[in-house]
């Protein structure tokens, strides 16, 4: 009797046990995901009449930073591409623009010896089609020189990187080189813009690039989606790993039964990628923020969902921190949007998220952490409730 008295206690003491640490652990999850409130330290507010929007912000080696984006107001509604330039203490130097009568658009920007160098795309004079854009500006943005690339489809550049031999490889998107449709487009130049290499990835269907990292040796993964080698119909997110010949050497599809989106791309903490980015959710017919962890083989780790207030959401930007990982992106559509920050551990879970809320519309678009661990975000608002936004770019602190 007094033995099974003993075995009994013994299984009461093992539930409550059990049951604590549950509680223990849901708490602990709870308060992870707790919303904290992320203060803004500094802030500029840029534009005029029409619209104005930050979408990429570059840390340069004189320790300032530079916001890539583009303007309707400083010559008509067609957009020109917009680069401010800002120093060490957050102050303006200069600012320009770069375009014409027509629509140019900056996507991504890389320092040089001599100044630095921004890809986008133009549309074409007489044309409906885009053609890839490089212009070369010296260290105080004066115009040195601009080249297009492409031919009779719709071409543009996403990203550039810097190679191991010193000249650069840009990726984006072409219909005017390889297979029917879309095609991932690499291309090598050198300092001066012109062509080393040309290459084409993708099958018969919709297929983008959107960025390019240098791997460890010596080639680069490209990182966009793929609406060939996807799972049904979906566009899921594709890598594309090439050698410094721009010859693939392996692809990975992370596939998923819904349409994926790859917006922008880290290197992981720990090794690997970090993939920020959409996700559709067909059952609530809405977008979520996405982060993905892969490996350097492309192996899929852990896949995190990013909901907020059962609105639309997308993670547009991430960066690095020293445990984890900082998203950035929007929630809601037109003039109810909000941008966000969230903070990703290194094993995928949300640690806390904060809605930047305002009493005007606003998104953000890129984060940067700076070398003296300060992190930059560009995007746009609507301060003055006029249904036009301008450029935003502000400084955290959480």
Not at 62 to 74: A, I, N, R, V
Not at 137 to 157: A, Q
Request: proline residues 0%; hydrophobic residues 35%.
């Amino acid at each position: 009797m007094n033995k099974r008295k003993i075995v009994t206690a013994i299984i009461i003491l093992i539930i409550m046990t059990s049951i604590i640490i549950y509680l223990q652990l849901f708490k602990n999850d709870k308060q992870q995901t707790e919303e904290i409130e992320v203060k803004i330290e500094w802030e500029e507010i840029l534009g005029g009449e029409n619209n104005d929007r930050g979408s990429f912000i570059y840390n340069t080696a004189d320790g300032g930073f530079l916001t890539l984006g583009y303007t309707e107001t400083k010559d008509n509604e067609d957009k020109d591409i917009w680069l401010i330039k800002f120093d060490q203490a957050k102050k303006e130097i200069w600012n320009e623009q770069y375009g014409s009568s027509y629509d140019e658009t900056g996507n991504a920007i890389i320092e040089t010896d001599d100044g630095y160098l921004i890809t986008g795309l133009r549309e074409s004079f007489g044309s409906a089609n885009d053609e890839a854009w490089l212009i070369k500006i010296d260290k105080s943005g004066n115009h040195i020189w601009n080249k297009t690339y492409g031919d009779n489809g719709w071409d543009e550049f996403n990203s550039i990187a810097e190679t191991y031999d010193g000249n650069y490889v840009i990726v984006g998107s072409t219909t005017s080189f390889g297979s029917e449709g879309y095609d991932i487009w690499s291309m090598k130049i050198d300092e001066s813009g012109n062509e080393i290499w040309n290459k084409t990835y993708g099958g018969s269907k919709i297929d983008t690039g959107r960025i390019v990292l240098q791997s460890v040796d010596e080639g680069y993964i490209i990182f966009g989606g793929s609406n060939s080698y996807s799972s049904g119909d979906n566009t899921n997110i594709w890598m594309i790993k090439i050698d410094e010949s721009g010859d693939e050497v392996w692809n990975k599809t992370l596939s998923s039964d819904v349409r994926q989106l790859c917006n922008a791309v880290v290197n992981g903490v720990d090794n690997g990628f970090i993939i920020a980015g959409h996700t559709y959710v067909s059952g609530e017919d809405i977008w979520n923020g996405i982060v993905i962890k892969t490996d350097e083989q492309g192996v899929k780790k852990w896949e995190t969902l990013l909901e907020l207030d059962d609105k639309d959401a997308g993670i547009s930007s991430v960066e690095q921190t020293e445990d984890g990982y900082i998203a950035v992106g929007y929630t809601g559509l037109g003039d109810e949007q909000d941008g966000f920050v969230a903070k990703i551990g290194l094993s995928g879970d949300v640690v806390w998220k904060d809605d930047i809320k305002k009493d005007y519309m606003n998104g953000a678009v890129w984060v940067e952490k700076s070398d003296d661990d300060k992190f930059y975000i560009t995007g746009y608002c609507d301060i003055l409730n006029t249904g036009f936004y301008d450029l935003w770019v502000f400084q955290i602190d959480f």
